[in-house]
């Protein structure tokens, strides 16, 4: 069974830094892409950025110079370096990974960030 936890999520001040990191347990076989979701009450979720093969990065445009998604040093870990955050970042982040075997996508259970003064 493979599960993946995420961490770091919390409180902070508009303009502060969060780093989120995401780790999966079990094994999982050929991950293709690593990302983070996130969701708001009454809203969407959203793609807020991902990593693939070849470390090709992907961002949305409301994170695109705040956010950095980078590997963890251990296999199947993800990290997201939240800088200048701001209130509309309030939300659920979800860590995924997608493998080509068997075209799956697994989920966490979601750590909850909150920006306010």
């Known amino acids: 069974q493979v599960q993946l936890a995420e961490s770091g999520g919390g409180l902070v001040q508009p303009g502060g830094s969060l780093r989120l990191s995401c780790a999966a347990s079990g094994s999982i076989r050929s991950i293709n892409t690593m990302g983070w979701y996130r969701q708001a009450p009454g809203k969407q979720r959203e793609l807020v950025a991902t990593i693939s093969t070849g470390s090709i990065t992907n961002y949305a445009d409301s994170v695109k110079g705040r956010f950095t998604i980078s590997r963890g040093d251990a296999k199947n870990t993800v990290d997201l370096q939240m800088n200048s955050l701001k209130p509309e970042d309030t939300a659920v982040y979800y860590c995924?990974?997608?493998?080509?075997?068997?075209?799956?996508?697994?989920w966490g259970r979601g750590t909850q960030v909150t920006v306010s003064s």
């Open positions: 995924n990974f997608w493998t080509p075997f068997g075209n799956s996508n697994y």
